[in-house]
């Protein structure tokens, strides 16, 4: 499997469509959740497509997919937080349904990337 750029990867794309979803979200927090849950929120979004980004530069199908794993679990620390914030009432359910479509998309698109890449024994 080669690549050319991480930013033909579809998964990096809407990885990147799912973070500007988050920060348009977390601009609606209480201020007092600005270094709390919001900052953790953000933080994971970001880490998804950053180490999609990583890993694909690192030169070897084994450093991929061990990035791609990292961005695969900020993608369930991210569903954690979105799930907490819907409980704490700080996302209504329409946001809720949009994020949870779009970060279950990525997901799936990670976990098939991730097989692919261990089923994939050339180098």
């Not at 209504?92 to 779009?102: A, G, M, P, T, V």
Request: hydrophobic share 35%.
């Amino acid at each position: 499997m080669k690549i050319k750029s991480y930013e033909d990867l579809t998964v990096w794309q809407k990885s990147i469509d799912l973070v500007v979803l988050i920060y348009k979200l977390t601009k609606k927090f209480p201020k007092e959740e600005t270094y709390g849950l919001s900052s953790q929120i953000k933080r994971c979004a970001v880490s998804i497509p950053s180490n999609i980004a990583e890993g694909s530069r690192r030169g070897t199908k084994k450093d991929f997919r061990h990035f791609l794993f990292n961005s695969f679990g900020s993608g369930a620390e991210l569903e954690t937080q979105i799930k907490i914030s819907k409980k704490l009432l700080l996302v209504d359910e329409q946001e809720f349904i949009e994020i949870d479509n779009i970060l279950s998309e990525v997901m799936k698109m990670l976990n098939k990337l991730i097989t692919i890449l261990g089923n994939d024994k050339s180098e």
